[in-house]
């Protein structure tokens, strides 16, 4: 089954308490599809500028992710990310945005984008997320990422949004702000009158919910204590999650197989933590993944057979 992602490439600069790094590939559409790419094929639509090269293009074809659909804007310099964390990695600084391309990203999809049969709609403008949604008409799970800025100035459009997506994922402190619910249970209940029929809250270190019609499954963070950088491991943990479901979207979508998703976004983000940027990704191996799953299935209740993964 194909996937299709929408969001943001970029090259960060990243310092943690285990050092620093000027340049790294980055972005929530990159992040996104080296992990779902283990389990389907995906396609990678986001802007680039000149200073992104074939050695970026390697990352990602290596990994098996399309990216025709990867724009390049002639004379353009590539969004621009820096950032630093603190000993405690769940406080960071960002030091410097530069939106360069992505400023005036229209996403442009080809025919094959269109047709994927699952959708993931990173974080962007809610308007440019509808319009790429309403593209994708054949879609059986279209999935969304938002942030507290589109909360802040552009909550109308994004309620619009929400309404045409089956599965938001969000943090903890986005779904309050969202809702103006302090309480989780309820702000996911108003989530889903919106629209969506799944909703995913992140909490970080410490995992992750789900919320459908018939409860709530709650999953906690692999426990690794080697976090070098934590950037991207959201975007991560919805590859992985999204990804899960497009290797199974011929099949009824139920709360077991939305459960078995969480298991592979939780591990596919444990991994991403261990080095900086792309750098672990880039040499993970489907056995790894599959042997974290595995452990997780030792502490929570979920059937989680091993699926083949790609590559």
Known sequence: MSLTVVGSIAFDAVETESGKRDRLLGGAAVHFSLASSFLAETRVVGPVGDDF???EYAVLRNRGVVTDDIEHVP???????AGRYERDVNIRHTLQTDLNVFESFEPKLSQASKDADVLF?????P???RAVREQCTGARFVALD???LWIDIARESLVKTIAGVDCLIVNDGEAKQLTDEPN???AARKIMEMGPRVVVVKFGEYGANMYTKDGVFGIPAYPTADVVDPTGAGDTFAGGFVGYVAAHADEEITDELLRRAMAYGTALASFNVEAFG????QTLTAEEVNERVAELQRVTVFDASPVPLRG
Not at 278 to 281: D, F, K, L, S
């Open 278 to 281: 792309t750098e672990r990704m």
């Open 75 to 81: 004379g353009g310099k590539t969004f621009f990310w």
């Open 121 to 125: 709609l990173a974080n962007i403008q």
């Open 146 to 148: 938002t942030m507290n």
């Open 184 to 186: 989780l249970v309820r």
């Open 127 to 129: 308007d440019l997320q």
């Open 53 to 55: 090269s074939e050695e």
